[in-house]
């Protein structure tokens, strides 16, 4: 096997500066599974080095064997590496599911962050999206913890310009079907979703 | 502490006088500049819910009236409007519990002493969002590994549950005279009525759990 590394947790620092240079450049990279993999095959390896030296030493520990110290704080390293890259990217998905509103359908039709996910990620999202909407439904229907808490609504009604066909939305003054280029004088928070997801434009 | 600061009279910090929406917003900006998670407001929060609900019924009612007159309408509009603030509010208040409990999910469920400052159904999130975390670890990273290193529990430093930085620098305005608290130095701090002090959050947390300071 060609050694790609010099030097123990080469790797996973690797690992963690890709974490580092997301958060940084505020993108989502792309699942790194070939890298994932080889941090877990080196993991398989020190586990077999440690075992070899255990085979060789005594029973009692008698601290001839400061090997045994590198391989396992190496372990250890390169397991922390490891899940904290995983949380790094939980943390990042949870941030943009969050920031359309949770309509996890509209994160996940798009081809280009569905390429950088890894299928896990795409269950976890499913997942959280589930328990976020059971903790939703303990409010009652006036209530959407899921709208948007960035701004203060300032009017009770706002001017959209329509970007994307909707389709018949119901709101206060009747079902409105939004079509491309009209513009509409709606309760903010009928259509606020829409907002969010790109489909309507608020106009200034 | 100069004295106009005083005269600048801080009589709202008065807990008789204060409104429900005000109080709900003072716990608010606590939860959101404080760093642990803070005992949930389920009375207020109730209170207040139930109130938005009265409030639009009564508005819904109105609204549909063909003899309100204009100014009645009007009326409804800054009605309507605040509900709309207050609604914010309260979004936002169970937003930042929420992205608080999944932070430290793992560290809260590891101290049932910690259960009692959240609801029921934030005490199940909690709980099913630890689940879902560990699940993910498992299945990406630990399953793979040799048997041996798939706990979640090393007992290493930095520790594997991560809790609160309650470290972290606060603002703090004393709503009225308060206990003595002890600095990181050990020097003793006593915080007049509308005193303003910049300290971590940990000096100061048993102050706040009694109501005696507010952070802003």
Same mark, same amino acid.
């Not at chain 2, 709900?24 to 929060?45: F, S, T, V, Y």
């Given at each position: ?23 940084? +450049? ?59 890259? $995983? ?11 969050? %920031? ?5 359908? $509209?994160?996940?039709? +798009? %081809? ?17 999206? +589930? ?57 903010? %928070? ?15 | ?216």
């Amino acid at each position: 096997m060609v050694q790609t590394y010099h030097q123990f947790c080469d790797l996973a620092t690797q690992l963690v500066t890709e974490s580092r240079r997301s958060t940084a +450049s505020d993108t989502l990279f792309k699942y790194n599974d070939p890298l994932v993999r080889q941090i877990i095959r080196e993991q398989r390896q020190l586990e077999a080095f440690i075992q070899s030296v255990l085979a060789d030493s005594p029973e009692t520990f008698t601290g001839e064997t400061p090997a045994l110290l590198i391989y396992q704080t190496t372990i250890l390293r390169n397991k922390r590496c490891l899940l904290a890259y $995983h949380n790094h990217r939980i943390e990042r998905l949870k941030d943009m599911y969050w %920031a359309v509103g949770g309509a996890l359908p $509209h994160l996940l039709s +798009s %081809a280009d962050i569905r390429s950088k996910l890894s299928p896990l990620e795409v269950d976890f999202l499913k997942k959280y999206s +589930s328990q976020v909407m059971d903790f939703r439904s303990e409010f009652s229907d006036e209530l959407d913890i899921m709208a948007g808490i960035t701004e203060p609504p300032k009017d009770l009604n706002v001017l959209v310009k329509v970007i994307r066909d909707c389709g018949v939305i119901q709101t206060e003054l009747g079902s409105i079907d939004f079509r491309k280029g009209q513009r509409f004088m709606v309760r903010r %928070a009928d259509i606020e979703h829409l907002i969010v997801q790109g489909y309507l434009e608020e106009v200034q | 502490m100069n004295k106009d600061c005083h005269d600048f009279a801080f009589t709202d910090l008065d807990d008789t006088q204060e409104l429900p929406l005000q109080r709900l917003i003072r716990h608010w900006m606590n939860e959101r500049h404080a760093p642990d998670i803070l005992p949930i407001q389920a009375e207020l929060l109730a209170g207040i819910l139930d109130h938005i609900h009265k409030q639009s019924s009564t508005v819904n009612l109105l609204r549909t009236d063909p003899e309100a007159s204009g100014d009645e309408h009007f009326r409804i509009m800054l009605a309507q409007t605040e509900i709309e603030r207050v609604k914010f509010v309260v979004r936002s208040y169970v937003r930042t519990r929420l992205s608080k409990i999944e932070d430290y999910a793992r560290w809260i469920l590891s101290d049932s002493s910690l259960h009692g400052r959240l609801s029921e159904t934030e005490l199940k999130h909690a709980q099913s969002y630890a689940d879902l975390l560990t699940t993910h670890f498992e299945e990406s990273v630990l399953k793979a590994l040799p048997g041996n290193q798939r706990s979640l529990d090393d007992k290493v430093i930095p520790p594997m549950v991560t809790p609160p930085d309650i470290t972290k620098p606060v603002f703090v305005l004393a709503r009225r005279d308060c206990p003595p608290v002890y600095l990181p130095d050990g020097t003793k701090m006593e915080m007049k009525k509308g005193q303003i002090s910049l300290t971590q959050y940990r000096v100061i947390d048993s102050l706040l759990f009694q109501d005696h300071v507010e952070l802003v």
